[in-house]
């Protein structure tokens, strides 16, 4: 009997030609609409999601829109998003700055794929790191991507990741791509925002992403038990999708999963947070 990784690579072989899908090196894609010099640190509303490719539908950028309209983030992390290749604007976001980092090239759609982080100001710093390892069948990486952001009070900045995490491997790979993240974070002294769909399907998976954001002192968002039933899983498996943060006040009140969304099969997370300077 066949298993996984000979199924994978005889799937490959047969439906997936090689020259599809280019790997990318570790870079961004950025563009930047300079409307504040620094985000409010009374009140930095986040929208997380992972829109599946949608981000060229129409009824997906109808319900992006919306939400753009009715809860107004001032930090977007969306991951699965497509850009084409000589997109000058990107998933409707003519004036907010962002940061694209691709995984892979598809030649065949002409397009990028990878996560993008936007914000009503452009970044002090943007870097994308991919995943020394690359999931079955397609051959390609995972990608994540670190922004900083002044903040009103000027004496610290605003760290955020932005990242999607490696599926289909053993948890020894899922572990290389947490710890490279861990390292990441735990040079930042500031506030932190980790967020993204961690692909954490399994209670082992879970558990490690537990571990690893209790060592740098992060949190997650709080969701009320009717909106945590929301977030998206597989079966009875723990969310998949996080909100994580450091050194800022969660509102409570508004941390919400729009369950009615339908475009993607994610739902999006909202949170909304402060920040008190107490040096």
């Given at each position: 009997m066949l298993d996984f990784k000979e199924h994978a690579d005889t799937f490959a072989r047969k439906f997936v030609p090689s020259y599809r899908f280019i790997r990318t090196q570790e870079s961004t894609i950025d563009r930047s609409h300079v409307l504040q010099t620094e985000l409010n640190?009374?009140?930095?509303?986040?929208?997380?999601?992972?829109?599946?490719?949608?981000?060229?539908?129409?009824?997906?950028?109808?319900?992006?829109?919306?939400?753009?309209?009715?809860?107004?983030?001032?930090?977007?992390?969306?991951?699965?998003?497509?850009?084409?290749?000589?997109?000058?604007?990107?998933?409707?976001?003519r004036e907010m700055s962002w940061n694209f980092a691709p995984n892979f090239?598809?030649?065949h759609h002409q397009t990028y794929s990878g996560i993008l982080t936007a914000a009503k100001i452009s970044p002090l710093t943007s870097r994308a790191i991919l995943t020394k390892h690359h999931e079955p069948i397609v051959k390609t990486p995972k990608v994540s991507l670190i922004t900083e952001y002044p903040l009103s009070n000027k004496?610290?900045?605003?760290?955020?990741?932005?990242?999607?995490f490696i599926n289909f491997v053993d948890l020894n790979k899922f572990k290389t791509q947490l710890h490279e993240l861990e390292f990441?974070?735990?040079?930042?002294?500031?506030?932190?925002?980790?967020?993204?769909?961690?692909?954490?399907?399994?209670?082992?998976?879970?558990?490690?992403?537990?571990?690893?954001?209790?060592?740098?002192?992060?949190?997650?968002?709080?969701?009320?038990?009717?909106?945590?039933?929301?977030i998206k899983r597989f079966l009875l498996s723990p969310p998949l999708d996080y909100i994580f943060y450091r050194g800022l006040?969660?509102?409570?009140?508004?941390?919400?999963?729009?369950?009615?969304?339908?475009?993607?099969?994610?739902?999006?997370?909202?949170a909304e947070f402060s920040y008190i300077d107490t040096q």
């Open positions: 640190s009374t009140s930095i509303k986040v929208l997380s999601w992972n829109i599946a490719k949608k981000n060229h539908d129409k009824i997906w950028i109808k319900d992006f829109l919306a939400i753009l309209e009715q809860y107004k983030p001032e930090l977007i992390f969306l991951q699965e998003v497509r850009l084409r290749m000589d997109a000058e604007h990107a998933a409707e976001l090239i598809d030649a004496r610290e900045t605003l760290l955020v990741i932005n990242s999607h990441a974070l735990s040079t930042h002294h500031g506030p932190v925002i980790f967020s993204g769909d961690f692909n954490t399907w399994s209670r082992k998976r879970a558990a490690l992403l537990e571990q690893a954001v209790t060592r740098l002192g992060l949190a997650p968002v709080v969701f009320a038990p009717h909106e945590s039933k929301k006040s969660e509102k409570k009140a508004s941390a919400k999963v729009l369950d009615y969304v339908s475009s993607s099969d994610h739902k999006p997370l909202l």
